[in-house]
Nanobody, 125 residues
Framework: VQLQASGGGLVQAGGSLRLACAASGRTFSGYRMGWFRQARGKEREFVAAISISGASTYYADSVVGRFTTSRDNAKNTVYLQMNSLKPEDTAVYYC???????????????????WGQGTQVTVSS
């Protein structure tokens, strides 16, 4: 499956952005979807994930209450709504798709099989 992330940009602290990740190729609805981010000089970290049906979501502690992930399987798209943005949220954001295999945690990057190219989010103070 090919993934294309969009929606990044420059925003002031306290502002909002909505990222979108469009999938093409294989059946989108067969994958758990995740969001990760990587700030300059830091390792990639988990942000959020959503189950195949969309009924279950998972979030990093640092974004709970501020970020929401959702998916529209009819549109082959997953979203990350980011509110109350902070300068420390500045990073390249990646979407990823995971084949559901027992033992694969939603918050672990090695659980994911396909990755998008990333979109830059910059939050100014």
């Amino acid at each position: 499956v090919q993934l294309q992330a969009s929606g990044g940009g420059l925003v002031q602290a306290g502002g909002s952005l909505r990222l979108a990740c469009a999938a093409s190729g294989r059946t989108f609805s067969g994958y758990r979807m995740g969001w990760f981010r990587q700030a300059r000089g830091k390792e990639r970290e988990f942000v959020a994930a959503i189950s195949i049906s969309g009924a279950s979501t998972y979030y990093a502690d640092s974004v709970v209450g501020r970020f929401t992930t959702s998916r529209d399987n009819a549109k082959n798209t997953v979203y990350l709504q980011m509110n109350s943005l902070k300068p420390e949220d500045t990073a390249v954001y990646y979407c990823a798709a995971s084949v559901l295999i027992a033992g694969r945690g939603p918050d672990v990057s090695r659980s994911y099989d396909y990755w998008g190219q990333g979109t830059q989010v910059t939050v100014s103070s």
